[in-house]
């Protein structure tokens, strides 16, 4: 279902202090590289993000393919969802691990890029979007002369059972509330309700690192799992210590990192989302699972032309924390 159905606009004073700069279309102002390896193939991986032109959308681009290389980062085309996010093209050629970066470009409200990848994964860097909001940073941002759309959600619509669920609300802007629970001491429960204004994504979300047991380290990579994994790009927990040698960047960085993870996942939706999301112990799976919901039912969605006033580099999407 394509996103140009429904439009609206916004009026002017909609919220205006939560939308400044935030209605254009932004992308980069020069092309940037990194190169790192792959969490889950283990592979070294050279990475650049390309400028793009207005309404390109997020597009990935296997440079080791060919023609044939081109994957749209899109709900649509999501194929798998265990221990990462990945997208295929009609080819079958595939992109995994993407969440971290399309976090980084949620936060940095870069809507049109091109992502250029000579692998199979996005390189894990530290496990988190930090890097990545750093080469946009570096590249710098410019605003492009059509505006941003948005997808208001009009109905809630919820999906998941009583132990896992993620569920989206009608609100004014977008924010995130977590809850996660595991049976260990050093998790134990966290919980973290955030509104996505400008404010603070950089220093409070972007930087929360991906996290795993040393228990499951030998099963993970006998299934082809986490062949990369290591201290450098991961939080390792074993019985109830954290076996990193710096520790923890924030005491709940777990679940930080949680709603780095779904705001990643979120923004497959091809536009940003003024809505209120809501999550218990939810992943990848449930996470695209609920944007599935939410387009196979035109009455909870419709897209809006965003109208607000735009201040220059007050674009970025930031957390402020509520409680």
Excluded at 17 to 45: D, M, P, W, Y
Excluded at 55 to 79: H, L, M, Q
Excluded at 117 to 139: R, T
């Amino acid at each position: 279902m394509p996103l140009s159905n429904d439009k609206n606009s916004i009026a002017e004073d909609y919220d205006g202090s939560l939308l400044r700069g935030f209605a254009q279309q932004k992308t980069l102002k020069e092309s940037v590289s990194c190169q790192g390896i792959g969490l889950h193939t283990g592979n070294q991986v050279k990475m650049t993000l390309h400028p793009a032109a207005a309404n390109t959308g997020i597009v990935f681009v296997r440079s080791d393919i060919g023609e044939d290389g081109y994957v749209d980062a899109s709900w649509r085309n999501v194929t798998e969802t265990k221990l990462a996010t990945t997208i295929s093209n009609e080819a079958g050629h595939h992109v995994s691990t993407i969440e971290h970066l399309m976090a980084g470009l949620a936060g940095c409200g870069i809507d049109n890029i091109l992502v250029e990848i000579n692998a199979p994964e996005v390189p894990v860097m530290d496990g988190s979007a930090e890097p990545f909001v750093s080469m946009i940073e570096s590249a710098g941002v410019i605003l492009q002369s059509v505006r941003r759309k948005a997808i208001m959600i009009n109905k809630p619509i919820k999906v998941g059972n009583k132990d896992s669920s993620i569920s989206l609300n009608p609100a004014s802007t977008f924010g995130v509330s977590f809850e996660i629970e595991f049976c260990n001491s050093t998790l134990a429960s966290q919980a973290l309700d955030m509104k996505l204004v400008n404010g603070t994504f950089k220093d409070e979300i972007a930087s929360a690192r991906t996290f795993g047991f040393a228990c499951q380290v030998d099963a993970l990579k006998k299934a082809g799992l986490a062949l990369g994994g290591s201290l450098d790009n991961a939080i390792v927990i074993e019985d109830d210590n954290v076996l990193n040698q710096d520790g923890l960047r924030y005491h709940n960085e777990f679940v930080r990192h949680k709603i780095l993870d779904c705001v990643g996942d979120l923004y497959l939706a091809g536009a940003p989302i003024i809505g209120q999301v809501d999550a218990v112990r939810s992943g990848h799976a449930l996470n695209h699972e609920l944007l599935c919901a939410l387009f196979s039912n035109t009455d909870t969605w419709s897209i809006s032309e965003l109208s607000a006033a735009v201040v220059p580099g007050t674009g970025n999407l930031f957390a402020e924390i509520t409680h």
